[in-house]
């Protein structure tokens, strides 16, 4: 449970709210990500084939064109909320339900392409990694990251979860200290600012009336 204090931001729906975030620290987390307000209203930042291109584009990865379809959104977001049971769990200290562990061990396979050196005429060059990957191969990638992330000690001691009330992102903490409190400084920071401000103004005004 959130333990933070700050005043709740106005609940708005905005354009920059609905906007994908490619700054969760790892790829499994940025499509945690693609869900919003998780403990309020979820926001769906996820809910089109062209979202999905965008996103995909957004973390760097191609899909086949014929792998864009309905059916593996629908599967990214069984994989989006099993991968968000599982962090969310590292970061409250708690079991994970092993339904969302089968699924994540499922989705692990098949292996997506590897990219392997070839010697040239002229040197080195980097071959197989860079082509289309189909929906199963684009799942792959997102849980052996997550894996990635909760197999290495450090990065999986720098999980953290926004303190903004209504955010719940789960991010990587890499701050001098972790003592980073929000997903993002210019977004769930300023929000909080701002409603900090906006409780200031109403007890003042309410102490001179």
């Not at 099993?82 to 989705?107: C, F, G, K, M, Q």
């Not at 953290?160 to 210019?186: E, I, N």
Request: aromatic share 2%.
């Amino acid at each position: 449970m959130n333990s933070s204090t700050e005043p709740v931001p106005r609940p708005r729906v905005t354009a920059r709210l609905r906007a994908l975030r490619f700054d969760a620290g790892s790829l499994a987390l940025n499509l945690v990500a693609t869900l919003g307000r998780r403990s309020s209203t979820p926001v769906e930042r996820l809910g089109t084939l062209d979202r999905l291109r965008e996103w995909c584009d957004g973390v760097g990865l191609r899909l086949h064109d014929e792998a864009v379809t309905d059916e593996l959104l629908t599967e990214l977001w069984t994989l989006r909320e099993a991968a968000y049971d599982v962090v969310a769990a590292v970061v409250e200290s708690r079991p994970p339900s092993t339904a969302s562990v089968v699924l994540l061990n499922d989705r692990a396979s098949p292996a997506p392409p590897r990219s392997l050196l070839r010697a040239t005429g002229t040197g080195v060059t980097v071959d197989g990694g860079d082509r289309p990957l189909s929906g199963r191969e684009l799942q792959s990638a997102v849980v052996r990251d997550l894996i990635a992330v909760l197999g290495d000690p450090e990065r999986r001691g720098a999980l953290r979860r926004c303190d903004a009330s209504l955010c719940t992102m789960v991010y990587l903490d890499h701050t001098p200290g972790r003592r980073r409190r929000w997903c993002s400084m210019r977004l769930c920071g300023n929000n909080a600012k701002a409603a900090k401000h906006r409780l200031r103004q109403a007890s003042a005004a309410s102490a001179g009336s």
